[in-house]
C-alpha cells in the first residue's frame, strides 16, 4: 500500500510540473507573436522610409535638374 501512495505523490508532483510547463509554454507563445508583430512592424516603418526617401530623391533631381546643376 505504502508503494501506491508513494506512485500517487509522484504522480501528482508530475501532473503539477507538467501544468506549469504548459502555462509557460502558453506564455512563451504569446511573447513569439508580439515580436512577430513588432517585426512586421519595423518592417513597415523600413518600407514607409524607403519610399519617402525616393521621393526626397526624386524631388532633389528635378530642383537639380531646374537648376542646372547635373
Known amino acids: 500500500m505504502l508503494f501506491i501512495k508513494r506512485f500517487q505523490v509522484g504522480q501528482a508532483r508530475i501532473e503539477r510540473k507538467l501544468e506549469e510547463v504548459v502555462t509557460r509554454l502558453g506564455s512563451l507563445e504569446v511573447s513569439v507573436a508580439s515580436v512577430r508583430r513588432d517585426i512586421a ?3 513597415e516603418n523600413t518600407a ?5 526617401v525616393d521621393r526626397l530623391s526624386e524631388r532633389i533631381d ?4 531646374r537648376l542646372e546643376l547635373f
Open 48 to 52: 514607409t522610409i524607403s519610399v519617402r
Open 41 to 43: 512592424h519595423n518592417k
Open 62 to 65: 528635378r530642383i537639380k535638374y
